[in-house]
């Protein structure tokens, strides 16, 4: 049952006042195809949010002097990527897009920031522990040697897309809550001189055991995509181990692939 503070937002007029809607009526390109990109660039900025009502179609065609065929035609191709639904009683409605993220050594709060995503970060444990022995072997340290443990929970647009675990040398760098909470790990690190240079990296998947479930807003036994990382400073200096889990509902990885010659 939703709750009182999860009604739908309209389409503030300020919102809508920003889209400028460059329609050309000669180019071969369909009109329904050029305002359905244009919209969906509106939603990947963020200035339509996930939440906004659109509007109904009528309203929408008389606004940009398109016939409504037109425009419903436009909204489906978008509902048809999940970008918008259609809600009996309440119209068509901006969903949470899914997060796509390029393959590359780079930091998933600059990622999100970059995407207008609006990233979040609520630090879940931060503390000192003996490193687990992948953690260990991944750092270059001896099993049982201490270990900074930083397990934080990253949202955007207030749902939560990935629960992030990093294991870090000791004498690293210096680390609060606040500033962990306020900005991304890796732009710590560039503040405290590292320069990354390098990582190794590999994605799975899994299913969501029930405390990941629990605070990433899934089912237990939901699919989640994994991804686990040991970087390199430019000295060669090993500076962070990471296993991350991330919502596959709300998330996925590109990547560019060259043919070899």
């Given at each position: 049952?939703?709750?009182?503070?999860?009604?739908?937002?309209?389409v503030?007029?300020?919102?809508?006042?920003?889209?400028?809607?460059a329609l050309?009526r000669?180019?071969?390109?369909?009109?329904?195809?050029?305002?359905?990109?244009?919209?969906e660039?509106?939603?990947?900025?963020?200035?339509?949010?996930?939440?906004?009502l659109?509007g109904?179609?009528?309203?929408?065609?008389v606004?940009?002097?398109?016939?409504?065929?037109?425009?419903?035609?436009?909204i489906?191709?978008?509902?048809?990527?999940?970008l918008?639904v259609?809600?009996r009683?309440v119209?068509?409605?901006v969903?949470?897009?899914?997060v796509?993220?390029?393959l590359?050594?780079s930091s998933l709060?600059d990622?999100?920031?970059?995407?207008?995503q609006?990233?979040?970060t609520?630090?879940?444990?931060?503390?000192?522990?003996?490193a687990p022995?992948?953690?260990?072997?991944?750092?270059g340290?001896?099993?049982?040697?201490e270990?900074?443990?930083l397990?934080r929970?990253?949202r955007?647009?207030n749902?939560p897309?990935?629960?992030?675990?990093?294991?870090?040398?000791?004498?690293?760098?210096d680390?609060?809550?606040?500033?962990?909470?306020?900005t991304?790990?890796y732009?710590m690190?560039?503040s405290a001189?590292?320069?990354?240079?390098?990582?190794?990296?590999?994605?799975?998947a899994?299913?969501?055991?029930a405390s990941?479930?629990a605070r990433?807003?899934?089912?237990?036994?939901?699919?989640l995509?994994?991804?686990?990382?040991?970087?390199?400073?430019d000295?060669g200096?090993?500076?962070?181990?990471?296993?991350?889990v991330?919502?596959?509902s709300r998330?996925?990885?590109?990547?560019q692939?060259?043919?070899?010659s």
């Amino acid at each position: 049952m939703a709750k009182s503070g999860d009604r739908p937002r309209a389409v503030t007029e300020s919102a809508l006042s920003t889209l400028d809607f460059a329609l050309d009526r000669g180019s071969p390109v369909p009109l329904y195809h050029q305002l359905a990109q244009q919209l969906e660039a509106a939603i990947a900025r963020g200035v339509l949010a996930p939440g906004n009502l659109l509007g109904n179609e009528v309203d929408l065609s008389v606004r940009l002097g398109l016939s409504r065929p037109t425009v419903r035609q436009a909204i489906q191709s978008l509902v048809d990527k999940g970008l918008l639904v259609r809600r009996r009683g309440v119209g068509t409605q901006v969903v949470h897009s899914r997060v796509r993220r390029p393959l590359e050594l780079s930091s998933l709060y600059d990622d999100l920031e970059a995407a207008g995503q609006g990233p979040t970060t609520r630090v879940v444990r931060h503390e000192t522990v003996p490193a687990p022995a992948e953690a260990a072997a991944a750092l270059g340290l001896a099993g049982g040697s201490e270990v900074v443990l930083l397990e934080r929970l990253r949202r955007t647009h207030n749902q939560p897309v990935a629960l992030l675990c990093n294991y870090l040398p000791c004498d690293l760098l210096d680390l609060d809550d606040a500033r962990l909470e306020s900005t991304g790990l890796y732009r710590m690190m560039r503040s405290a001189g590292i320069t990354l240079h390098s990582a190794r990296q590999t994605v799975g998947a899994r299913s969501a055991t029930a405390s990941e479930a629990a605070r990433l807003d899934e089912k237990v036994g939901a699919a989640l995509l994994t991804m686990e990382r040991t970087a390199y400073d430019d000295t060669g200096r090993t500076v962070e181990y990471a296993t991350h889990v991330y919502r596959a509902s709300r998330y996925s990885f590109d990547f560019q692939l060259l043919v070899r010659s």
